[in-house]
């Protein structure tokens, strides 16, 4: 029988990364399962003006670039291919295994990061322009459409808040719905039409985004539901919000989803209902959905992973997995005392 990973991850974004450093700094020798496209939905973003530490930006793939080599430079194993079943165990201490085609993988713990993705609308143009005039998160990339003409496709609140977003950087906003009326709370609904630069266009659905001869996109072609008229508009940003699909098949009836297919954890923890196995990033987070936030849940989930094999009977505990506070275990060494992979609980820093 092949050898029982400590842990292994499932899933490559920030989340997944994130996790990979933790737990590889804690001298558990993660296995990722990191997927063919890894990096997650940054693989597909241009640059990224709002992550600490890039105060000039970032290109989204360099990012995620960095934040593989940063996993790997501490024992991360990378598997680049994709999960295509789990088996998750029942009871504390069961194992956990994880399929690659006809190789099995398994573990004592499995951190899930697989995120969710953008709903698409499946329109001519939509594949070919995304980068280049065709988004799926004005928190993103809206500064880069200071002064132009946009439009949003959508009708909930988060089309709102895309909108109402977007507004503060381009020059008219045209938000487009198929009904008739607004899935959107009233509130939200109000703010979107007290901005002067943002027009409500009912019922009318995208038929094509339609490239300039830049390259880049210049027009959106629309159709009106009821009368099937149809009308081009010319706009150099679109950005869809028609919501998100947790990638949550693979463990479909093992962990607890909502209705909706996002991963359900425990209070503030990642933990889920199986033993051992903890989610994180956008798999949970149907809120925030900032690269930031799924790098500190994929944090959350390492030490989660950390504390579990550390401290459930029914699991031995793995060689050099640091003493004391594992959180502490993590931090920088003091001045002046050198790199340490996993310091011990005497070599701590104080919080002071």
């Known amino acids: 029988m092949a050898e029982v990973e400590n842990v292994i991850i499932v899933g490559s974004g920030p989340a997944g990364y994130t996790a990979a450093l933790y737990t590889a700094r804690a001298n558990l020798e993660p296995l990722v399962i990191e997927g063919f496209m890894w990096g997650g939905l940054l693989q597909q973003t241009t640059e990224v003006e709002n992550y600490p530490g890039f105060p000039g930006g970032i290109m989204g793939p360099e990012m995620m670039q960095h934040f593989r080599d940063q996993a790997e430079r501490f024992g991360a194993r990378l598997i680049t291919d994709q999960a295509t079943a789990v088996h998750l165990g029942t009871e504390p201490g069961a194992e956990h295994r994880v399929f690659v085609g ?36 004005a928190t993103c990339d809206a500064a880069f459409f200071k002064g132009s003409r946009t439009l949003v496709v959508g009708g909930g609140d988060s089309a709102m808040e895309e909108a109402i ?38 019922p009318y659905v995208v038929e094509e985004f339609v490239r300039g001869d830049d390259g880049a996109l210049a027009r959106a072609r629309l159709r009106q539901v009821e009368t099937g008229e149809t009308r081009e508009i010319e706009v150099q940003g679109a950005f869809v919000a028609v919501g998100h699909e947790p990638q949550s098949a693979l463990v479909e009836g093992q962990v607890d989803t909502d209705p909706e297919g996002y991963v359900l954890t425990e209070g503030k923890s990642t933990r889920t209902n199986r033993p051992g196995v ?75």
């Open 165 to 202: 977003f977007l507004s503060k950087f381009a020059s008219a906003v045209t938000v487009v719905h198929r009904r008739a009326e607004f899935r959107a709370s009233s509130i939200m609904l109000e703010r979107a039409r007290s901005r002067p630069n943002i027009e409500l266009l009912t």
């Open 102 to 137: 006809d190789r099995e993988y398994r573990a004592r713990s499995v951190i899930l990061a697989m995120g969710a993705e953008h709903k698409k609308l499946c329109v001519g143009g939509e594949e070919e322009l995304a980068g280049r005039g065709v988004s799926y998160c």
């Open 278 to 352: 903890f989610a994180a990033g956008d798999l949970v987070d149907f809120t925030y959905r900032q690269a930031v936030t799924a790098a500190g849940t994929g944090c959350q989930a390492a030490l989660d992973a950390e504390w579990y094999l550390r401290d459930t009977p029914e699991v031995p505990t793995p060689e050099g997995l640091p003493e004391g506070d594992l959180a502490e275990a993590q931090w920088a060494p003091p001045a002046g005392a050198g790199q340490l992979v996993a310091p011990d609980a005497a070599s701590q820093p104080s919080r002071s």
